[in-house]
């Protein structure tokens, strides 16, 4: 295994993967403990993984300890749509009802976003709350960017589908 790879593997990429757990509802001390174990796990299978997909296998590993560790303590994923900036915009804001709208609509994307497929919901957090490019999420997923835009695509249609139902 090559350690300036992985280093700079780790360097890149180990937040990225941080921020995506703890969006998806993960604590700050699992999401870290899960990056940590996700990069060890690689070190120790790393043999049979070639360098240019080591990432969507380190990725793959921490979403599967993020899954084991949501049914060992039998929680349901919560997606997390940035309430740092949501709140501090509560709190500062004079117009309540505007507020409030916000609010609603926060828990209906919510809503809609654990109605849609797995892999959508996945695609969809990844593009617009981390503001990664189809390239990144391609590198992430270890999936060609062309296949990344297609089920981009279906992925915005999906929602809003949904959307569009929730409000007729």
């Known amino acids: 295994m090559n350690s300036q790879l992985l280093l700079q593997l780790y360097n890149k990429q ?3 993967i941080y921020y995506y757990l703890r969006k998806n ?3 700050h001390e699992d999401a870290e403990d899960i990056v940590q174990e996700s990069y060890t796990k690689y070190i120790a299978y790393s043999s049979g993984v070639s360098s240019d997909k080591a990432l969507a296998y380190i990725f793959s590993i921490a979403m599967n300890e993020f899954k084991r560790l ?7 994923q919560v997606i997390s749509i ?3 900036r949501f709140w501090n915009n509560f709190a500062n804001d004079d117009d309540t009802e505007s507020s409030v709208l916000n609010l609603e ?3 209906e994307i919510l809503l809609i976003l654990n109605q849609i497929q797995e892999v959508y919901k996945q695609l969809l957090l990844l593009k617009y709350e981390l ?3 189809y390239k990144e ?3 992430l997923l270890g999936m060609k960017e062309e296949t990344i835009r297609t089920y981009l695509f279906r992925a915005k249609r999906e ?5 569009r139902d929730l409000h007729e």
């Open 14 to 16: 180990a937040k990225m």
């Open 131 to 133: 503001e990664l490019s």
């Open 70 to 76: 949501l049914k060992k303590k039998g929680k349901e």
């Open 25 to 27: 509802g993960c604590r």
């Open 105 to 107: 609509m926060n828990n």
């Open 159 to 163: 929602f809003q589908k949904k959307w």
């Open 137 to 139: 999420i391609g590198l």
């Open 82 to 84: 940035d309430n740092n």
